[in-house]
């Protein structure tokens, strides 16, 4: 059976992976209005970003930018909805290994 210790690891890391995707995330904005809500995050966009102050050409790929300048906000509803789409697999997974196992 998998040790519970794996799991713990796999699921620290899958979250922290999504809490961080953010980060790794562009959105490509077409007009002025994409600018002032550019949404980041995988695999629902949860960080909301105001990146009117900018002048791209369009279209142009935005990645997140300093929440200094750039006022953001967090949708908790799609944080909870990614961690779950994350979590739920990794235990289904574990769960049917465990019952194959006995």
Avoid: H, T
Avoid at 3 to 24: G, M, Y
Avoid at 47 to 75: A, G, H, R, T
């Amino acid at each position: 059976m998998i040790k519970r210790k794996f799991l713990v690891l796999l699921f620290l890391v899958a979250n922290l992976l999504v809490l961080l995707s953010p980060f790794f995330s562009k959105n490509c904005v077409s007009n002025y209005d994409d600018l002032k809500n550019a949404a980041f995050g995988f695999p629902f966009p949860f960080v909301n970003q105001d990146l009117s102050s900018y002048d791209p050409p369009f279209p142009y790929f935005m990645s997140i930018s300093s929440p200094w300048e750039n006022p953001m906000s967090i949708n908790l509803l799609s944080l909870i909805a990614s961690l779950f789409v994350v979590n739920v697999p990794i235990y289904f997974i574990y769960y049917i290994y465990g019952l194959l196992r006995k």
